[in-house]
């Protein structure tokens, strides 16, 4: 019973999703609220504050536990590890304001749509609806299967043959009411949050809510002066906080408004094509796509005609992509899962700009609208800006327990003063408050603030540098990546390709290639008219655009494409491409040739074909490039020359790009509808063509920053979708794989039959091709492995990946610490890879153009786009310098504000604590520091420390390894353990000395230095002791000297705590900081050396003979050379801590450097020319969610 009662109470919303939570019911209890708000009252506001902070204890005070079904509040948490709370009302949404038809109350279904959620979620007859909005996505109450819904998108359920017959014809009048209403409107609104709004969010910040206790503390102890300053730079702070968080909340809103109000045309059954606004669609609306240039409102399905389309906003690529309809099958299955290429193909996404129509036969180009408002691509984009995924690193959560345990100190301080404020019979108000302001001292609570400064301020310079970040809390995490995955194309290499030659195959054979440039131009056959007509060049505006590599292919015929602008007919839509020869290109019996469809390329096919027809000939030809194992495969045998593999590896073993071309001639008849053409029937026994080969040169930075990043200890993995030779190869010119460093490639097929799925470690046979080690034999060496400098690199292909996750998954880690080149990678196993590495513990980046690699880009630590945008939706950051630089300067800037980050934190504790240090000591005569000498400290020196102490830039040498990514790490723990250590020797040698000088006395009131102050005769004991009860809390010796002892500490920890190498510029680089420095001594020196009764007065200092203060100022030297020496030569000294390691036979607990000392010690590791298979136990043992998913990424 109790079992049953929590599986209604809770359910998982958003299942296997990226936003997956627990949602639990609850409802509001009567008695439990009446109490709740008595204690709020008698609170004074504290216990509504603790709730506004604990919105789970809101909930678990006001509310008892109930089921789902009967809820009135739900309780939401995240099911990753920061398990974070939100709670929401349950509201209802009332239908029975809309006029609708009779027949509305029985049992019929509200909407056509059977499948919808919408029919399981009314409640007749009151016609009401159940709803809950979780940032900002609405959910409904499912009655039938018991759960909250997602509504404002088409049910996934549908087959392709539903969505035709369903929608194909629009929504009724009625439906689109009820969806309006149940949906909500098809916008992505971004509310420019007003400024009170903002103001009362940050003041209710715990650090606000902190400072405004001591304060209050403060001003109870008379501390005026410095209480308005502080209160006077919360302001200020709190006042440019809310300007930013104003600023970016109207950027985005004006980003995303002007797609809010698009004028479109929509079908409606029974009513014909209307023009409205797009803010009106819902998921079902039947959209016609008129030719007009359109930059799109909603996620829509296309049903009718195809688009060329600029999907820059997603992909931070400004290729056109043509998009074709959703095949109309009878088939059972989902449409996602029917689409058995990349459903993607059929999908219009909302923000991308449709840029060009191709009507069919039956009139406009038509789409049925499958997401509205922030259900759709661009909606979940700027939901992740709205809602940022918090980031999972260490040095947050560490500060968290560093606040812990100073406030543990804070504690002790607070019963110490307590005890003595007791003894000294001092009334219990006075005792508590100087108790509280003592522990008020130990705890900084701007320490979780200090961690962003050096953020702030690296992502200004990362600007500067043209590398632009949409989630700065990853800049620190920058600092720890030890592993960079690469793109190869437009990334290492460059974009452009060049065509280098074509090799035509005929008669099962190769032919002489013919070299580009050549002086004659290429012959006529159908090798030069796959090259003219087998691509998705269009043109805007008298220019080509589209894919490099298929505008290379294409210009070396010579050959020209009819400009689209003017091929329109009445209806403004374009039928047809129609390429012809053009004056410079050699004599072709054809006028030209027209392209009538278009099977696009995709990432997981490897392959893109075209059918076309020759001018006045009745004959279709089919043409196919793409990858050359993937087009053979689709060749008749005997038209595939015997030689391919060979001749296919003596191209790709030095670096060049091939593509392989094929043919075949369709006999369909004159009213042959070429839209209905399957794919998989078209695509069958063609005749091999020949081989296209293209250069692609190695961008000029590319090796030098692989060299940086090896030299930095930094492993450099290539992730690409060209062949594996070639990738190879070109990983060897990079440099990822070292001269005389072997290649053992891994090839793994998948069970067939009844034999099991094998694994072959083969030694690549690279010698032959490797011209850059000519001293090289073939003979098999013995092969080490030496941690990070192993001579052997192991290679795959993206099949042999996916069968090592699924059969072989337990060698997975073993090839993983040493694997250097992927190839033929799809988009899902891309990510999937990052996974796999992250898993093993390494701070994964990753370098892409943003096309096929936006979801590894997501999944890696630092993603980094190469595009031209200032702000790609595909990664977290985006370079518009493009090339691979932005990777050492992104990983310099986040090692800079990783250390600058820790030394704010260590700075703002050690401040606490001396602070702390001196109050406890002043306390135990009942004293206290005064006003001005607080203000002298906390704004003059702390508050300029912390601003400018992170300005220093980034060292721009990367060092051979990382800095600590830890607080709780033990140099950083040691180094403020000895500081405090330090300090409280200084502080009370300092107490206990100058009641040793002869001119001391206890109560002192001669302020002023005059002549005879050097033979002051002390008091005696007894006068000490009778006097103390009118002596003022502020002036005495003790305080005179903890003062200048204190503050000038302060300026002593903030220098040394300022290491600049190896991942700083040295300390006087920083310029503003090094004179704050300076100038901050100067004054304290100042203040105390002065002589001057109006200084004296007002910082209420007592004059002390002037070797005292000599005494003094040798007391902090001496501290400032101790203190420098720890920190710079044994803290921080490399060196040392690796001898007392290894001293301890301390080592890491990293996977991945378990996994590099186990196989330094396996004799039999790495294989070379053997075969294993897989025990039939193994198979199907594990699969990578990500993999398994990855066809429909």
């Avoid at 210009?555 to 329109?568: I, K, M, Y």
Wanted: glycine fraction near 6%; hydrophobic fraction near 40%; include cysteine.
């Amino acid at each position: 019973m109790e079992e049953e009662l929590w599986k209604d109470h809770c359910v998982l919303l958003n299942k296997d999703e990226e936003n997956e939570l627990e949602i639990f019911g609850y409802r509001t209890h009567g008695c439990r609220k009446a109490l709740c708000i008595a204690g709020y009252v008698l609170s004074c506001g504290a216990l509504l504050l603790l709730f506004y902070w604990k919105p789970e204890w809101d909930v678990w005070a006001n509310c008892i536990r109930c089921s789902l079904e009967e809820a009135d509040t739900v309780l939401l948490r995240t099911t990753d590890e920061f398990q974070r709370y939100t709670r929401k009302k349950v509201t209802w949404i009332d239908l029975s304001t809309l006029a609708l038809p009779i027949g509305s109350n029985s049992d019929a279904p509200l909407v056509a749509d059977e499948d919808s959620v919408i029919n399981r979620a009314v409640v007749k007859p009151q016609l009401k609806v159940r709803c809950i909005q979780v940032q900002k996505i609405r959910y409904i109450w499912d009655f039938s299967r018991k759960e909250f819904k997602k509504v404002g998108s088409l049910e996934d359920s549908n087959t392709c043959h539903s969505i035709h017959h369903k929608f194909g014809a629009g929504l009724t009048g009625e439906e689109q009411k009820i969806r309006q209403l149940v949906c909500g409107p098809n916008a992505i609104e971004v509310e420019i949050r007003p400024v009170w709004k903002l103001l009362f969010k940050e003041i209710l910040n715990p650090f606000y809510v902190f400072q405004a206790f001591t304060l209050t503390l403060w001003l109870s102890q008379g501390y005026i002066e410095y209480s308005v300053a502080i209160i006077i730079l919360s302001i200020t702070s709190i006042g440019l906080t809310v300007y930013d968080l104003r600023q970016q909340s109207a950027k985005l809103h004006n980003l995303v408004e002007e797609h809010n109000k698009v004028q479109v045309t929509v079908c409606t059954k029974g009513e014909g094509c209307k023009e409205l606004e797009s803010c009106y669609l819902v998921p079902g609306d039947m959209l016609l796509l008129d030719g007009k240039k359109l930059s799109l409102p909603c996620d829509a399905v296309l049903i009718d005609g195809s688009c060329i389309v600029n999907e820059a906003m997603l992909t931070g690529e400004s290729i056109p992509v043509t998009k074709t309809p959703l095949p109309l099958t009878e088939s059972p299955l989902p449409w996602k899962i029917q689409s058995v290429e990349d459903y993607r193909r059929h999908v219009l996404y909302c923000g991308t700009e449709v840029i060009q129509t191709k009507m069919k036969g039956r009139g406009p180009a038509r789409a049925v609208v499958l997401q509205t408002g922030f259900n759709t691509a661009k909606g979940d984009l700027v939901r992740s800006i709205l809602y940022p995924k918090p980031v999972n690193f260490k040095l947050y959560r560490d500060a968290l327990k560093f606040i812990i345990g100073l406030s543990v100190i804070g504690l002790l301080g607070f019963v110490y003063a307590l005890c003595v404020f007791v003894s000294h019979k001092k009334p219990a108000a006075d005792a508590v408050v100087m108790s509280l302001l003592l522990f008020s001292a130990a705890v900084p609570p701007a320490i979780p603030a200090a961690l962003t400064t050096g953020t702030v301020y690296a992502q200004r310079r990362l600007k500067k540098k043209k590398i632009f970040c949409i989630s700065p809390q990853r800049i620190n995490i920058c600092g720890q990546i030890n592993l960079v995955c690469f793109d190869k194309t437009g990334t290492l290499t460059e974009g452009g390709l060049d065509l280098w030659g074509v090799i035509p195959s005929q008669g099962s054979r190769f032919q002489e290639i013919h070299r580009f440039p050549s002086s004659s131009p290429l012959p006529w056959g159908p090798l030069c008219g796959a090259m003219a007509c087998c691509h998705s060049l269009v043109v805007l505006d008298n220019k080509i655009h589209g894919d490099p590599l298929d505008l290379k292919m294409f210009e070396g015929t010579h050959w020209e494409v009819e400009d689209s602008s003017t091929a329109q007919d009445g209806a403004g839509a374009l039928n047809t491409c129609v390429v012809r020869p053009g004056p410079n290109a050699s004599s072709a019996p054809v006028e030209g040739i027209v392209v009538l469809h278009q099977f696009p390329f995709s990432s997981g096919l490897q392959r893109m074909s075209v059918v076309s027809q020759k001018m006045g000939e009745e004959q279709y030809d089919l043409y196919m490039k793409g990858a050359p194992e993937t087009v053979s495969s689709f060749c008749r045998e005997d038209t595939v020359p015997a030689n391919f593999l060979e001749e296919l590896n003596t191209y790709t073993s030095q670096g060049f790009r091939v593509i392989a071309l094929a043919h075949k001639g369709l006999n369909l008849g004159k009213e042959a509808n070429i839209s209905d053409l399957e794919r998989e029937e078209a695509e069958s026994g063609l005749e091999f063509l020949g081989l296209l080969v293209m250069e692609n040169r190695l961008k000029q930075e590319t090796k030098a920053v692989l060299q940086e990043l090896a030299a930095a200890h930094i492993r450099s993995v290539m992730v690409t979708g060209d062949n594996l030779q070639t990738a190879v190869m070109v990983a060897r010119n990079a440099g990822m794989i070292r001269t005389g460093s072997r290649v053992i490639l891994v090839e793994a097929d998948g069970p067939e039959g009844s034999a099991p799925a094998s694994i072959a470690w083969r030694l690549a046979e690279d010698c032959k091709a490797n011209t850059a080690a000519p001293g090289e034999v073939c003979a098999e060496e013995k092969i080490t492995l030496e941690g990070e400098t192993c001579n052997f690199h192991f290679a795959m292909t993206g099949k042999s990946y996916q069968v090592i996750i699924k059969h072989f998954y337990s060698l997975l880690p073993k090839i993983l610490v040493n694997a250097t080149v992927f190839a033929r990678m799809s988009p899902g196993q891309k990510s999937s890879l990052v996974e796999e590495f992250q898993k093993l513990n390494y701070y994964v980046g990753m370098c892409g153009d943003g096309a096929n690699d936006c979801g590894a880009l997501k999944t890696a630590h630092a993603g980094i786009s190469l595009s031209e945008q200032e702000a790609s939706v595909a990664s977290p950051f985006t370079s518009q310098i493009p090339n691979i630089q932005c990777v050492p300067e992104l990983i310099r800037e986040g090692r800079a504000a990783l250390v600058a980050s820790f030394g704010v934190v260590k700075y703002l504790t050690l401040y606490g604590l001396i602070q702390f240090v001196g109050t406890a000591l002043l306390f135990w005569q009942l004293q206290i520091f005064g006003n001005y000498q607080y203000l002298v400290q906390d704004v003059i020196i702390t508050l300029l420390v912390c601003l400018t102490m992170s300005l220093t830039e980034a060292y721009p040498k990367l060092a051979p390894y990382r800095p600590p990514g830890q607080l709780i790490s033990p140099p950083l723990l040691l180094s403020i353990i000895l500081n405090v250590c330090f300090t409280l020797v200084l502080q009370t040698c300092g107490f206990l000395l100058v009641k040793q000088q002869p001119w001391y006395v206890g109560l002192a009131s001669q302020r002023h230095c005059s002549p005879g102050n050097q033979t002051l005769s002390s008091a005696s004991p007894g006068e000490n002791s009778t006097s103390s009860s009118a002596q003022s809390p502020v002036l005495s010796y003790e305080d005179t000297t903890l003062w200048p002892l204190s503050s000038i500490n302060c300026i002593i920890v903030a220098f040394v705590f300022s290491k600049g190498k190896p991942f700083r510029k040295p300390i006087y680089t920083n310029y503003v900081f090094s004179v704050l420095l300076a100038l901050q001594t100067a004054i304290c020196l100042f203040l105390f050396f002065a002589d001057i009764d109006r200084v004296y007065s007002s910082m209420q200092l007592l004059c002390t003979p002037v070797i005292w203060r000599v005494y003094v100022l040798l007391m902090l030297l001496l501290t400032f050379g101790i203190s420098f020496f720890t920190e710079d030569v044994v803290l921080q000294n490399k060196h040392l801590w690796l001898l007392i390691k290894t001293w301890f036979g301390y080592q890491s607990n990293s996977p991945y450097q378990k996994w590099q000392r186990m196989l330094q010690r396996d004799p039999s590791w790495p294989p070379v020319n053997t075969k294993d298979l897989a025990a039939e136990s193994m198979e199907e043992i594990y699969i990578n969610p990500t993999y398994e998913h990855s066809g429909k990424d």
